[in-house]
């Protein structure tokens, strides 16, 4: 059986001090922005979309809505 949370992507960014990260749930919850500053984290955020995650990311942290990667679990 196939871990549960495994099945959800995760991406991560970073601009200046902070570094965020996107994970996302089912669709019927949303997705996670969690906002780190000095390895501590100081925001966190359920959005709808995980797109909505990084306009939010961009307007309020200025992380570029460009420089999101795709995390991959090993």
């Known amino acids: 059986m196939m871990d549960y949370y495994k099945q959800f992507k995760k991406r991560s960014a ?3 001090i902070y ?3 996107i994970i996302m749930d ?3 919850i949303g ?3 969690y906002i780190y500053k000095n ?4 925001y966190d955020f359920l959005q709808d979309t995980v797109d909505i995650c990084k306009e ?3 307007e309020e942290f ?3 809505l460009d ?3 795709e995390v991959t679990e090993e």
Do not use: D, K
């Open 26 to 28: 089912i669709p019927e």
């Open 39 to 42: 390895g501590r984290c100081e």
């Open 67 to 69: 420089s999101w990667v």
């Open 56 to 58: 939010q990311a961009f």
């Open 19 to 21: 570094f965020a990260e």
């Open 14 to 16: 970073q601009s200046g």
């Open 62 to 64: 200025g992380i570029p």
């Open 31 to 33: 997705s996670y922005l």
